[in-house]
């Protein structure tokens, strides 16, 4: 498992302004699996508690349900011209009453999902060039240009 704390480890100036995007909005777009494999896409907010990232859930809603059966998931932060930045792995479900509480406070009865980190994309404009900087656990940051 890599949690975000390993990732600003491994990758420090990726990590900063992918937690930048990930803060400059509320909202974020969260891409589950349904049952039968297709891609469901729901509204999510993210919150860091420790070294961990972590997104909730209404009690019940299909995304919650999505997670438990397949913790297979994509992030996409709040789009801007400041960067398009994008996580990926796998969503546990956190059940300790410590970390509910810690987390979620009063939110409870709700789902919360830890986020196992597996991948993470920043898309940029630099001039002419199309820029997508991609960092994967344990690898170097890698850099791709486009015209």
């Known amino acids: 498992m890599t949690n975000w704390r390993e990732f ?12 930048e995007r990930l803060t400059a909005a509320e909202t974020h777009v969260l891409a589950s699996l349904r049952r039968d494999g297709s891609p469901r896409v729901s509204g999510t907010e993210v919150d860091f508690h420790g070294p961990d990232l972590f997104i909730g859930s209404m009690w019940g809603a299909r995304k919650a349900h999505d ?30 009453k410590a970390v509910l509480d810690a987390v979620q406070g009063d ?11 597996q991948q993470s994309v920043l898309t940029t404009v630099e001039g002419d060039k199309l820029v997508a900087t991609t960092w994967w656990p344990g690898r170097e940051v890698v850099r791709f240009e486009r015209k």
Do not use: C, N, W, Y
Not at 79 to 89: V, Y
């Open 107 to 117: 939110m409870q009865p709700s789902h919360l999902f830890r986020l196992d980190l």
């Open 8 to 19: 600003e480890e491994q990758a420090p100036a990726l990590a900063a302004v992918v937690r």
């Open 67 to 96: 997670l438990r059966r397949d913790g297979r998931f994509a992030l996409h932060a709040h789009p801007s011209a400041e960067g398009d930045a994008k996580l990926s792995g796998v969503a546990i479900e956190v059940t300790e």
